[in-house]
């Protein structure tokens, strides 16, 4: 079975080719960080008109490089939700028009189950296991049953963590993307610095938040003098910073862990998905939590834990292989719960 994944539910317009044998024979992301960053995050219609100008270009380039065409694809997907409602529409309405052009069935493809399922395809785990998705619009436990399958354990109350290192990174005076531009800050920086709080710590179940975190960097910023953070102070704000999101994911993470046990006695992998988890210092915590328990950790490769249609189109796979596909009529939608989805 092959399958040709879209994604457009942001800034990235990303395509790829994958089998059901695990194989990736082709992949592309265009990356839209130049043309959002002078406006500190993402413009919706920026996005979109990026999608429509560059998005059939790299589905040429993809079936190229696979050495196929439309009629050796065995079904298109492409991502209908969540996320920006204008890249949604052209990315579904490219991947819709290949489905009825050339007879394939079409998958209306969740953004979320994209990400959980992606360490199925790159390290052939199996059900249950236990999902960290941390990203720049979501930060929740999820226990992955089976495909179509999930079990919401804990979600951020507020904002997500990637959002917070993207506001973070806008207040010290850093660019967008924010989550790397603080990363590479935090290795200069004396994490101990700036004392910050860690919310949620210590509290029952693993839910997350981090408002208040973001408001404690403001507050520290304002008092420094003249309100300007010099380098060192960037620095050091990033590494206290970071620090204090570790802590609190390291926390969240040991309840998430025990909830998970409790339901599935026979254990699995705590995996990792999500724009953020390419940050190092946070995997490095969260594999320490891990081990401790007796769980083996997973994190897709980096390319993978970011936007990309790799995750779209083995999301398809999975699904096709269990007869499940969308009709052209689906609707894509910018908020799409994980586990409000089905499966077999």
Avoid at 113 to 130: I, K, M, N, Q, S
Wanted: glycine share 12%; charged share 20%; proline share 6%.
């Amino acid at each position: 079975m092959i399958v040709l994944g879209i994604e457009t539910s942001c800034d990235e317009t990303a395509t790829a080719i994958v089998r059901d044998d695990r194989t990736i024979l082709a992949e592309a992301v265009l990356s839209q960080i130049e043309a959002h960053a002078p406006y500190g995050g993402v413009v919706p219609e920026i996005a979109a008109r990026a999608h429509l100008d560059n998005l059939d270009g790299l589905i040429a380039r993809v079936l190229e490089a696979a050495g196929v065409g439309f009629a050796d694809l065995d079904g298109v997907a492409a991502t209908a939700g969540p996320g920006l409602i204008g890249g949604l529409l052209v990315g579904s309405t490219m991947g819709k028009a290949i489905a009825m052009v050339h007879d394939k069935p079409f998958v209306a493809a969740n953004h979320l189950e994209g990400h959980a399922l992606t360490a199925r395809l790159t390290d052939g785990v199996d059900f249950p296991y236990l999902l960290l998705l941390v990203s720049g619009g979501h930060c929740q436990f999820v226990s992955v049953e089976d495909v179509g399958r999930y079990r919401r354990l804990g979600a951020t109350i507020d904002d997500a963590v990637g959002e917070a290192f993207d506001k973070t990174a806008k207040m010290v005076g850093l660019g967008y993307p924010g989550g790397p531009q603080v990363e590479a800050a935090a290795r200069t920086g004396d994490p101990r610095r700036f004392d910050l709080p860690r919310p949620m710590r210590g509290r029952p179940g693993c839910d997350f938040s981090f408002s208040g975190l973001k408001t404690a960097v403001r507050r520290r910023i304002e008092a420094l003098p003249g309100g300007r953070p010099s380098p060192q102070d960037v620095a050091d704000l990033c590494a206290s910073f970071q620090a204090a999101v570790a802590d609190s994911l390291a926390d969240r993470c040991r309840n998430a862990l025990a909830m998970f046990r409790e339901a599935h006695p026979q254990g699995g992998p705590l995996v990792v998905a999500g724009g953020v988890a390419a940050n190092a210092h946070l995997r490095e915590r969260l594999a320490a939590v891990a081990a401790r328990s007796g769980t083996p950790l997973i994190a897709p490769p980096l390319r993978l834990c970011t936007d990309n249609a790799v995750m779209v189109a083995w999301a398809g796979v999975e699904r096709l292989r269990l007869g499940l596909h969308d009709g052209l009529d689906f609707a894509p939608v910018p908020r799409w719960p994980l586990d409000s989805l089905g499966g077999a």
